[in-house]
């Protein structure tokens, strides 16, 4: 369950730490409204990993659509050395 806590709680942030667990970020709110999350490490980079994949698969069908960087399986295999 997310943990929701006041951003003046940072007073004591071990505390805010200790609800801060792998999957569970804790959110603090600043005059009763959502301001700030804090978040394991792990969370943060795997989060960052898959906003670059999508990323580039948005820039896959992109091309796609516009029918741009097509390999032919000759160009393919020559690219890979086969």
Same mark, same amino acid.
């Given at each position: 369950m997310a943990s929701i806590l006041p951003v003046s709680?940072?007073?004591?942030y071990n505390e805010v730490l200790?609800?801060?667990q792998v999957g569970e970020p804790v959110f603090l709110t600043k005059n009763g409204r959502g301001?700030?999350?804090v978040m394991? +490490? *792990?969370d943060y980079e795997r989060?960052?990993?898959e906003k670059k994949l999508l990323e580039k698969l948005h820039?896959?069908?992109d091309a796609i659509k516009a029918g741009n960087d097509w390999l032919s +399986? *000759?160009?393919l295999k020559?690219?890979?050395g086969e």
């Open positions: 709680d940072l007073r004591n200790k609800n801060c301001r700030f999350v394991d +490490i *792990e989060d960052k990993a820039e896959a069908e +399986i *000759e160009e020559a690219m890979v």
